[in-house]
């Protein structure tokens, strides 16, 4: 289990999720580099440098309220099992997406993180 990265999590209603966007673009002074909508979880999510922004509404989003980050890993079934190991509880089994593998865990000291692995 390797983690390549952390993002901040901006929870947003889907109407604004074009001017939250335009905000972290002109932030980060990038552009969106992802930007999907998972008709599963009914959210949006689009990434800009260091932020996941996740569009929905209030029941959409219920759950992955719960988590306070978001952590980029190079595989979700390595990252359960060593997390697991190390006293982590699994709140949501992987789950495939359009382009990633997500699922949530509760650490040891009580944060909850998804963690995504991207791939093709």
């Known amino acids: 289990m390797k983690v390549l ?15 939250t966007i335009k905000f ?3 932030l980060y002074q990038t552009t969106c580099i992802e930007r999907a909508y998972y008709e599963g979880l009914n959210l949006e999510l689009a990434i800009v440098d260091k932020a ?12 992955f309220d719960l988590a306070r980050a978001t952590l980029l890993v190079d ?6 099992r060593e997390l697991q190991q190390r006293g982590a509880t699994l709140l949501t089994q992987p789950k495939r997406t359009p382009g990633s ?19 093709s």
């Open 5 to 19: 990265g952390t993002l901040i999590r901006i929870f947003i209603e889907r109407d604004a999720m074009d001017k």
């Open 24 to 26: 972290y673009e002109d």
């Open 52 to 63: 996941v922004i996740i569009a929905g509404d209030a029941e959409s989003r219920k759950l």
């Open 75 to 80: 595989s979700i079934q390595d990252t359960m």
């Open 101 to 119: 593998w997500i699922m949530l865990m509760r650490h040891p000291d009580g944060l909850i993180a998804e963690y995504v692995e991207r791939v």
